[in-house]
């Protein structure tokens, strides 16, 4: 890996790695290969387009679209004018990204193909000024056209480390998406804790996959840390497995990222059984908690890739926790383990009150990291809340520490289940469910109970083909878990419900058993 020390700004690192390996492959998206020269000549040129539109540091500009490797020349060429990004989840409904686009103050929207009818959907008092990429319609100047057009100059606009180079917002599943402001010392930190031992770290020689949404700070994570390292960085234009099987002996792929869901849709395929991923060799995943079955499918299916459990959120550049793959190993009792901080972070358990608790005891995860956001945007009451005193940032998330140091997650706060007077904590049910060979995925919430105010319910996918009933799951997670933590009652459905990262809206799953009720808890 090229040394990261003398880069400051995103802008910088795509000049030092232009002038390091001209030649190199930067970005493979279908047909289109580009190198680090062209996508150097091609962020400057951007910059001084958005700059044509009247963009000026500090903007907001929209991106509307699935990954494309043209996402990441208007994420250069924006960083490199000083102006923030802000890439838009797709899978919303206009009136959720109208609201996204009016809160961060975008008045330039690039979109993506099958995206074209959105704007005109959009509820907002003013108009946007809209580029089409790859053709998402003919009413708007095509990006390749504008960009080229531009000015091929580099002004070196001026951009400071502690500006803000990505706008993302929360996935919503706790309220109002909020915009997490994400600077570029933040990001440049994210990648520098990978040249001490961290994670997410390539040079020259990687092939590193995007195939999570650039949306998401995984998507966007991944494709810049490989080019910022001087990486080849192959982009899909969204998960699919089938596509998938072929993509990654096709490019050599040696790293990517995939939460939960999407490695038990990979390993779920018919075809996975022939597929050849011998040459991955890191296979990082997160953003929910992993069953450790699927984790040792995961092994089956990439030999040769070392597994990394990765625990973070958006609001610290998507930085936490991690798990290296010496782990990986059931035999040493880490594996439903997230392991520790990445170098350079500092992270502790509190109580309600803030205080420190021991060894064994759940409390919040609070992180202090040279990758913490600089706050919410337009949101300085929702800031506040987000820290405790000293710069500890709070993760809503439920977890304790063995006496080792490593760390436990159990669920988000919230979604903790009262019963009896004892705390139960989903995903530990989930995770002792989930290795039944029937059980395709499970989701564990809590209802009312007349008796023990809340009840633990699960509710179950099977696999095709399969069949359980409820006290054939109930006597397997028995030999799991304590008794109270037992499912009282199992659901079979279809399908769960998600958002675009994966993850299981358990506030869904809880409306049903909850509308009649005066209070959402018991």
């Known amino acids: 890996m090229d040394k990261l020390r003398e880069s400051t700004t995103l802008a910088d690192a795509l000049r030092r790695q232009a002038a390091i390996r001209p030649d190199a492959t930067a970005l493979i998206f279908e047909d289109r290969v580009t190198s680090y020269a062209a996508l150097e000549r091609r962020a400057t040129r951007v910059a001084n387009g958005l700059a044509a539109l009247g963009v000026r540091r500090h903007d907001r500009v929209g991106y509307l679209g699935r990954n494309s490797d043209l996402y990441f020349e208007l994420l250069f060429g924006a960083a490199r004018l000083g102006a923030v990004l802000v890439p838009l989840n797709w899978r919303l409904a206009p009136p959720e990204i109208g609201a996204i686009v009016a809160d961060a103050g975008i008045t330039t929207l690039f979109v993506g193909p099958g995206f074209g009818s959105v704007p005109a959907a959009l509820d907002l008092s003013r108009s946007l000024q809209c580029i089409a990429m790859d ?8 990006f390749a056209a504008w960009r080229d057009a531009a000015d091929p100059a580099d002004h ?3 951009v400071a ?18 915009g997490v402001e994400l600077g570029h010392a933040g990001v440049m930190n994210l990648f520098r804790a990978g040249e001490n031992g961290g994670p997410i770290g390539y040079g020259a020689g990687d092939v590193v996959l995007v195939c999570m949404p650039v949306s998401h700070v995984a998507g966007t994570n991944i494709g810049l840390a490989g080019l910022v390292g001087g990486a080849a960085v192959v982009v899909m234009a969204m998960f699919d497995p089938a596509a998938l099987i072929d993509v990654i002996p096709r490019h050599g792929v040696t790293s990517l990222i995939l939460v939960p869901a999407a490695i038990l849709l990979l390993v779920q395929h018919p075809d996975c059984a022939r597929a050849d991923f011998r040459s991955v060799r890191q296979l990082l995943y997160g953003a929910s908690p992993i069953a450790e079955a699927l984790v040792e499918q995961a092994r089956a299916v990439f030999p040769n890739a070392g597994l990394w459990h990765l625990y973070g959120l958006t609001e610290a550049c998507g930085g936490g926790t991690f798990l290296p793959p010496a782990l990986h190993d059931a035999a040493l009792g880490k594996l439903r383990s997230c392991g520790k901080p990445y170098p350079g972070f500092d992270l502790r358990i509190v109580d309600p009150d803030g205080e420190p608790v021991p060894a064994g005891t759940v409390g919040e995860i609070v992180i202090r990291a040279p990758t913490v956001m600089k706050g919410y945007w337009n949101n300085p009451e929702a800031t506040r809340n ?27 706060v919230k979604n903790m289940i009262v019963s ?9 049910v989930e995770n002792a469910l989930f290795g039944h060979p029937a059980i395709a995925e499970v989701a564990v919430i809590g209802v009312p109970d007349p008796r023990w105010g809340e009840a633990v319910k699960a509710i179950v996918v099977l696999r095709s083909g399969q069949s359980a009933s409820e006290a054939d799951l109930i006597a397997y997670a028995r030999q799991r878990i304590a008794g109270f933590k037992l499912p009282k009652s199992v659901d079979f459905v279809d399908a769960l419900p998600r958002n675009a990262t994966g993850k299981v809206l358990h506030r869904t799953l809880r409306e049903r058993y909850w509308k009649t009720q005066d209070r959402r808890v018991s």
């Open 156 to 158: 070196a606009f001026p």
């Open 135 to 142: 053709g998402a319609s003919g009413a708007w100047p095509d």
């Open 420 to 428: 009896g007077g004892e705390n139960v904590y989903p995903a530990e």
């Open 386 to 412: 987000a820290f405790l005193p000293g710069g500890w940032l709070r993760t809503g998330d439920a977890a304790y520490r063995d006496d080792d140091g490593y760390v436990y997650v159990h669920d988000r």
């Open 161 to 178: 480390a502690e500006d803000t180079a990505l706008q993302l917002y929360t996935s919503g599943t706790t309220g109002l998406a909020k």
